[in-house]
C-alpha cells in the first residue's frame, strides 16, 4: 500500500479531529442512538452500492429488493450476501465504485486464511475512520498519548508513519528475526505494540520475564491467529502489561477488541454485524452461534455490504462492566490452519506461512491470483500458484527462492503452477495444509 499525499494526509487528520469527539462517546451511548447510526450508515451506503457498484446493483435487483426497501436495520437481512468468490468474480469493474479514479485510492491485498488473493480499495482522503479506530483500540488498553509510540509487526507500512508528528506508528516486518526484532524494540522503546500471538510467545521465550518487564511496555495487542485468555494472561504477566485481543480482517477493517476487563466489544459505528445459521441466509438471535457477516460502513469506493467473514461467533448484548455499549462478541472462531515442521524442530505458524505468501506479492512483486503451501514430508514444501494476468515466467524462480531466503534453513522447495486451486470436500478453500499428520497442530 502507497503512502499518503501530505494533503491526503491532511484532509484525514481534520477529519478525524473533527469525527473524534462523537467517536469517543459512542461506545458509552445509548443503544437507540447507536442503531439508528448504523441505520443511516446502512441506508447510504446501499443506496450508494445499488446506484454505482454493478455488483449489488445485479444482486438486489435479482433479489427484488432496492434502497427503498431498508427502512430499519431488520430489513437489511432481505438484501443478499456476498462472499469473496462474488467479490472476486466481480473484481474490479463490478466491485469498484464507476469512475473511481485508483490514482487517488489506497489499493492493499487480502489473502487472510482463505489462500484467494483480492485487492482491497479506498479512497485515500476518505479513511479517517480507520485512524480513528486505531485510537480507540489502543485506548481501550491503557491511556495513549500523542507522544506514545506504537510500534506495529505486520506485513507491510501503514500509509501514514505519524499524524503530522504525533501518535508516532511504526513498522517492523512480521517476517524479521526474533533476534532483530528484539534489537528494534530496545531501540524504539514503544509504549505500545502489536503482533501476532506466535511473536509474542518467542519474544518471552528469548527475553524471559526480566527482559520481557524491561520493554516498558503499556499494552500489547494480538491478533491474526488464535490465542486463549488464559495465554493472554499468562504473557501479561511475563511483559508486566495487559495483553488484549483484535478481530479485523482488510475487507472490514477493525472489527472488535477487547476492552481493558477482557470483553471483545464490536466496534458497531464501524462495521454493522449480523451471524447467520451454517449454511443459510438465516439471521440468528443475540446469543445464538453462527457465521460472521458484516457490513463496513465507511467504504463507498469497494462497498463489503454483507459480507461472508469465514468466522463463527456469537453476539450478545454488552454486559461489562467499562461502561461499553457497544455489544460483544464471544467464542469466535476463525479458520484452523496447519503449521509447519522442520526437520530441525522449528515450527512455521499459519500467520508466518501467510506472511510468506504476503511477501511473494509485495517483495518479489509476483502477480498470484491464488495460493496454497503444502509440506509433503518435514524437508520438502510445494507452493502451488494461480498466476494472475501479469504474471511472468521469472516470478516462480523468485518466489522459490524468496520462500528458501525466508525459512533460513535446508529445505526443498517447488514451485507448482495451476490454472485453480480445488477446494476440500466441504467448498473450502484450504491454504495451508501438512501432510506430517500429528506433528504440525493447527495454528
Not at 341 to 367: I, K, N
Request: charged residues 20%.
Amino acid at each position: 500500500m502507497r503512502s499518503f499525499t501530505r494533503r491526503e494526509l491532511a484532509v484525514n487528520t481534520a477529519q478525524i479531529a473533527a469525527a473524534f469527539p462523537g467517536f469517543w462517546r459512542r461506545p458509552f451511548a445509548p443503544r437507540a442512538q447507536i442503531r439508528r447510526y448504523q441505520l443511516r450508515r446502512l441506508q447510504a451506503l446501499v443506496a450508494h452500492a445499488y446506484a454505482n457498484v454493478p455488483l449489488y446493483a445485479e444482486l438486489y435487483r435479482g433479489a427484488h429488493v432496492s434502497p427503498r426497501d431498508l427502512q430499519t436495520l431488520e430489513d437489511l437481512r432481505h438484501f443478499p450476501t456476498v462472499s469473496k468468490d462474488d467479490v472476486l468474480a466481480a473484481y474490479p469493474d463490478g466491485a469498484l465504485t464507476r469512475g473511481l479514479d485508483l490514482r487517488r485510492c489506497l489499493v492493499s491485498k487480502s489473502s487472510g486464511s482463505s489462500g484467494q488473493v483480492l485487492e482491497v480499495v479506498h479512497q485515500a482522503d476518505r479513511v479517517s475512520i480507520q485512524g480513528l479506530a486505531m485510537h480507540r483500540l489502543l485506548a481501550q488498553y491503557a491511556p495513549y498519548r500523542p507522544w506514545h509510540r506504537f510500534v506495529y509487526v505486520y506485513t507491510s507500512e501503514y500509509p501514514a508513519r505519524s499524524l503530522f508528528g504525533t501518535y508516532p506508528m511504526i513498522l517492523v516486518p512480521t517476517l524479521t528475526p526474533i533476534s532483530r526484532l528484539i534489537d528494534r524494540l530496545h531501540t524504539l522503546r514503544p509504549q505500545f505494540l502489536a503482533c501476532y500471538p506466535s511473536h509474542l510467545r518467542e519474544l518471552a521465550d528469548a527475553m524471559g520475564p526480566a527482559g520481557c518487564k524491561r520493554l516498558g511496555l503499556h499494552a500489547i495487542s494480538v491478533s491474526s491467529e488464535p490465542s486463549s485468555q488464559r495465554e493472554r494472561d499468562q504473557l501479561s504477566q511475563r511483559f508486566g502489561c495487559g495483553v488484549y485481543d483484535e478481530y479485523s480482517s482488510e475487507e472490514l477493517t477493525r472489527i472488535a477488541a477487547q476492552c481493558e476487563q477482557g470483553t471483545h466489544h464490536v466496534f458497531e459505528d464501524v462495521v454493522y454485524l449480523e451471524l447467520l445459521a451454517p449454511d443459510s441466509e438465516r439471521v440468528v438471535g443475540l446469543g445464538e452461534p453462527g457465521e460472521v457477516v458484516g457490513t463496513y460502513l465507511h467504504n463507498f469506493a469497494m462497498p463489503f455490504i454483507r459480507y461472508r467473514q469465514g468466522d463463527t461467533a456469537r453476539l450478545e448484548p454488552s454486559r461489562c462492566g467499562c461502561g461499553r455499549t457497544f455489544n460483544q462478541l464471544s467464542e469466535l472462531r476463525g479458520r484452523r490452519l496447519d503449521a509447519f515442521v522442520l526437520p530441525s524442530g522449528r515450527v512455521l505458524t499459519s500467520g508466518w506461512l501467510l506472511d510468506a505468501t504476503y511477501s511473494f506479492l509485495l517483495d518479489v512483486g509476483a502477480e498470484i491470483a491464488a495460493f496454497r503451501l503444502i509440506q509433503r514430508s518435514a524437508g520438502h514444501v510445494e507452493i502451488v500458484l494461480v498466476p494472475g494476468h501479469g504474471w511472468r515466467p521469472d516470478m516462480a524462480a523468485a518466489v522459490q527462492a524468496r520462500f528458501v531466503e525466508l525459512v533460513g534453513e535446508p529445505l526443498r522447495v517447488e514451485v507448482r503452477l495451476v490454472a485453480e486451486i480445488a477446494r476440500s470436500p466441504a467448498g473450502k478453500h484450504q491454504p495451508i495444509i501438512s501432510h506430517l499428520r500429528g506433528r504440525s497442530g493447527t495454528c
